[in-house]
């Protein structure tokens, strides 16, 4: 997968251009303010219509603009596709070849892997992230995952909403309610939590046999569904292992005023030699784990697709030494395009043979130099 | 502060009030009702009038009806050991549109949904029962929508309605999950009747 070709206006403090990309390894430079990671948020945006920094898009209007607008070629086996995400004060538009669509359809066109200083915090720190990272490894696999995981999480606000009134009173018939939503819970939660443990157990696969100099030993992932369900149990007997926990944990659940059990609590952890990475491991360990744990998920995709997806990696030498970026690079550039911004751009070596181009930023323009 | 004489902007903030009217459309329409003859405009305030004061919900199953029983209800070639259980009003005609359905009908006017407040008390469900036990009706098709609010609702009432002795069937979700009957076109509905499913709530 390749983007050609990236147009904005209107976006934070980018002038209006376009800039072609090489299908190789792209160098975003620039001194620090001037817009560099701007550009990668521009990507990013037109990958999963959202920022990496901020929730509201209308943000990323420049200032006195009224909208912004970013475009993009999209080369997937030699088929064009033509991407564009606008924003305008009142609402979002989604376009695919010129023709809007809804999130469902527009999400997993463009698919790509981010490492950035803010995911190795979030990797290690927030539960939420790690799931995240797994579903969005999955909707790219299955794109019926994002449209599962959406009304799971409606199920869960419905019961919350339901949880609030039975904390002042509960009667029969707000038990029967709640029974009525644990029932869709159990039934919507199986499926995503069979879907993880499937893909999990594939991306644990691939850092058995990753070789790349970036997978600390014995790295190891699990997905710790419900605290309990076995991996290898069927759907039924994952829907009745949730129905009998959320049985057991009503009384706390009604307490606390919100739902705990079901996927939208599962853990995902990370483990070197046995410890979790989020308690034991040193900054290094936890950079590492990340970038293999990207590293995988980017070759179960490769196995689906036949191809890689897209990377970006935002301010690769704040978190790599320079042998280590480069050893980096020239494990991406062999696969897949990639997208780094750094402000030093000499510590990047040319690989052997790369289509190489490289860009500095400076206010907001973004120019290609030769190198 | 006003952009037009008051009667316009009231004419626009009525018609603002109707589903799926804006800003823009509301002004357009209130410029193309003032250009239209008086007798047409009084013509549609009329049918308006008209229509609010005739029509109610059928005492029976709640679907709109100028008279009460409703013609589904009162009409005499209807299987009534079929009940076949909606939403809205609106869905019957979804339903009927199949032509493969000849049973009666119960609306609920709603879905359970406790983030807008609206739970087993705000819909048409204490006359339903009452239908049910007055024994004649030997099955009941849930037909509430395909989302989590519908089927809800559908798992709510199989719980009610099966210590009864009914038996409940659920329509196919071929009807796309998250979507709204009024949408999918005649085939899919009927396909949904016919493939209807015993239901376990
Ligand atoms: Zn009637």
Redesign the interface.
Same mark, same amino acid.
């Given at each position: 997968m390749i983007l050609n070709c990236l147009t904005v206006s209107g976006f934070r403090n980018l002038a209006e251009q376009s800039l072609p990309f090489s299908p190789q390894l792209n160098i975003i430079a620039g001194s620090n303010g001037q817009g560099k990671t701007n550009l990668l948020e521009a990507i990013h945006v037109l990958a999963l219509s959202r920022s990496f920094r901020t929730h509201q898009s209308r943000d990323l209007i420049r200032h006195g603009a009224v909208r912004f607008r970013v475009s993009g070629t999209l080369l997937v086996k030699n088929d064009e596709c033509q991407l564009a995400v606008e924003q305008g004060k009142d609402g979002k538009s989604l376009l695919v070849n010129g023709s809007k669509r809804d999130v469902f359809d527009y999400l997993g066109r463009l698919h790509m892997a981010t490492f950035a200083s803010l995911q190795i915090e979030q990797f290690k720190a927030e539960p939420e992230y790690r799931r995240r990272l797994v579903d969005r490894g999955l909707y790219h696999l299955q794109p019926s995952h994002l449209r599962r995981m959406a009304l799971y999480s409606r199920i869960v606000k419905q019961k919350n909403s339901l949880l609030r009134e039975a904390a002042s009173v509960y009667t029969k018939a707000t038990a029967e309610l709640l029974d009525v939503w644990d029932q869709q819970i159990a039934e919507a939660g199986a499926k995503i939590i069979q879907a993880r443990q499937l893909y999990v157990e594939r991306v644990r696969e691939k850092l058995k046999v990753q070789t790349n100099g970036f997978t600390p030993e014995a790295l190891d992932i699990k997905y710790l569904a419900a605290n309990e369900i076995s991996s290898t149990a069927s759907l039924e007997d994952i829907q009745s292992q949730l129905s009998n926990r959320l049985t057991n944990h009503r009384e706390r659940e009604i307490r606390l005023r919100r739902s705990l059990v079901g996927p939208h609590r599962d853990e995902i952890l990370a483990e070197v030699d046995g410890n979790a990475i989020q308690r034991f491991a040193s900054a290094g360990q936890q950079r590492s784990a990340l970038l293999a744990f990207n590293l995988a998920q980017m070759e179960v995709y490769f196995d689906a697709y036949g191809e890689y997806p897209v990377f970006l990696i935002d301010d690769v030498d704040s978190e790599l030494d320079a042998q280590r970026m480069n050893q980096l690079l020239r494990v991406l550039e062999s696969k897949t395009q990639i997208f780094v911004t750094t402000s030093k751009p000499k510590l990047i070596q040319a690989g052997s043979e790369p289509l190489l181009r490289q860009f500095t930023v400076v206010s907001g323009r973004v120019q290609r130099i030769e190198v | 502060m006003k952009d037009y004489a008051g009667p316009v902007e009231t004419l626009i903030e009525e018609l603002r009030k109707l589903p799926g009217i804006g800003s823009k459309s509301a002004q357009r329409l209130a410029f193309f009702l003032i250009r239209t003859p008086k007798r047409e405009a009084e013509k549609l305030a009329h049918a308006i009038l008209a229509a609010k004061e005739s029509i109610r919900y059928c005492s029976v199953c709640n679907n709109i009806t100028d008279v009460d029983p409703c013609r589904y209800c009162s009409d005499p070639a209807r299987d009534r050991t079929v009940l076949c259980i909606l939403e809205e009003p609106h869905n019957i005609l979804a339903i009927e549109r199949t032509r493969e359905y000849h049973g009666l009908y119960h609306v609920l006017l709603g879905a !359970?949904? &406790?983030?807008q407040g609206v739970? &087993?008390?705000q819909l048409e469900i204490p006359g339903l029962m009452k239908r049910l036990q007055e024994g004649q009706v030997k099955e009941v098709i849930l037909a509430t929508n395909p989302n !989590? #609010?519908g #089927?809800?609702t559908a798992?709510?009432l199989s719980?009610l309605i099966k210590p009864l002795g009914v038996k409940v069937t659920r329509i196919a979700t071929g009807v796309p999950?998250?979507g709204d009957l009024e949408y999918a076109d005649h085939i899919t509905v009927s396909r949904a009747l016919e493939g209807r499913r015993d239901f376990s709530?």
């Open positions: - | !359970i949904s &406790p983030l739970g &087993p008390d !989590i #609010e #089927e809800a798992l709510y719980r999950v998250g709530g």
